[in-house]
């Protein structure tokens, strides 16, 4: 089981290739795209491929073996 990992959203949400970057997961919005071509992450239980899916309080993310919940 892996660790949790809390995230907390200034304002009423960030999107997904946002929260790529922010945790340097990826260095460019381009990169998010591929990245999630080829690693889609699992949100709230199912998978999620939209770079500007938006991310809010209460959302639980897995992304590269470890998990995020937003707060």
């Not at 089981?1 to 304002?11: D, E, L, N, Y």
């Not at 997904?16 to 709230?44: D, M, R, T």
């Not at 491929?49 to 992304?63: C, E, I, P, T």
Request: proline share 1%; aromatic share 8%.
């Amino acid at each position: 089981m892996s660790m949790i990992k809390t995230f907390a959203i200034s304002g009423e949400y960030i999107t997904l290739g946002q929260f790529l970057k922010e945790e340097s997961i990826v260095s460019s919005g381009g990169q998010a795209k591929h990245y999630l071509e080829e690693n889609p992450v699992q949100l709230n239980g199912e998978t999620e491929a939209r770079r500007g899916k938006k991310l809010r309080a209460g959302d639980q993310l897995v992304v590269a073996g470890m998990q995020y919940e937003f707060k």
